[in-house]
């Protein structure tokens, strides 16, 4: 197959970006692929790697680029196709962390941008390229409103999520980390965020490093004394040196709930876990990326 493909989702995100994109692609020659049902981006993106594409774009956000990457290695094709992201969701912090400033330059990085190897994050046997956030409920995502999620990404649903259920249980973590499972942190915790290619707020860097096979690991703890609901709560729990969290760098870590399943977001797509085995594949994706984005310091 000579053609690159574009993988798109015309329901999600921004619909009149996304019908822009596919225009775009339309008229560089590109593969239009649209899915129409949910999770079909997934097998559309795999039979495309199957059929042997060496350029597969995702348009969309990162729910879109998640079943786009998890198609492409179900056909076992991530070292054989060179990958592309077209932002025309809500937030596209993927697509920002790789320097991409808008449609037209996106397309223009797929075809001639630089190539770098970037980690994938894994949760069991689930891929996700973005971040996977424990505690978080459906609920909350549809009750985010854009600008928050501009503003405060994944801690808008936390306090979204709180609005919603005042009387939030909190989740009962035992982590543990290394070869050895050390542990590393036990007790009770408002939220477990888990970053590949996503900065928390509060951290110093702007972007991630998506290339130091190391995962991002805030966990924000019970905070019995504050008012969630209050203005100016998301930056009392999230600023440098808050006693309520814990940050951690780890290529791969253990936990268990004690209690029932919670649910988990990879990259938005909600999974039910008791205990869950995360880890990072170091440089596992080709990805095409723009000017403005910043390497790993290695050189790899």
């Known amino acids: ?87 025309t969701g809500t937030g596209n912090d993927f697509a920002d962390n790789l320097g991409i400033r808008g449609l037209t330059h996106a397309f223009d990085v797929v075809e001639s941008g630089e190539e770098r190897r970037l980690d994938l994050g894994m949760a069991d046997d689930r891929p996700f390229v973005n971040s996977c956030v424990g505690g978080l409920t459906a609920e909350a995502s549809a009750h985010t409103t854009p600008e928050r999620k501009r503003r405060l990404g994944v801690i808008a649903y936390v306090l979204s999520t709180l609005h919603e259920a005042r009387e939030f249980d909190g989740l009962r973590l035992d ?12 007790g009770e915790a408002e939220m477990l965020l888990i970053g590949n290619a996503r900065r928390f707020p509060g951290e110093r860097e702007r972007r991630a490093n998506v290339e ?36 951690l760098k780890v290529p791969r870590l253990h936990l268990k709930h004690d209690g029932d399943p919670v649910q988990f977001s990879l990259d938005g797509e909600m999974v039910q876990r008791a205990e869950m085995d995360v880890r990072c594949r170091p440089n596992a994706m080709r990805f095409a990326v723009g000017e403005r984005y910043v390497p790993n310091r290695s050189g790899r």
């Open 212 to 247: 130091d096979g190391l995962l991002n690991v805030v966990i924000i703890e019970r905070a019995p004394s504050l008012d969630y609901l209050s203005a100016g709560a998301a930056e009392v729990l999230l600023r440098r040196g808050s006693t309520y969290l814990t940050r």
């Open 1 to 87: 197959m000579e053609k690159p493909v574009l993988i798109r989702n015309p329901n999600g995100g921004d619909r009149r970006k996304s019908g822009k994109a596919r225009d775009i692609a339309r008229r560089r020659g590109y593969d239009v692929r649209d899915s129409t049902a949910r999770g079909e981006t997934l097998t559309l993106a795999e039979s495309a790697a199957r059929d042997g594409a060496s350029v597969i774009a995702a348009c969309g956000g990162d729910g879109t680029l998640n079943e786009v990457v998890r198609g492409v290695d179900a056909a076992g094709a991530l070292d054989d196709v060179r990958l592309g992201a077209i932002p």
């Open 175 to 186: 982590i543990r980390a290394g070869p050895r499972d050390d542990p590393i942190w036990s």
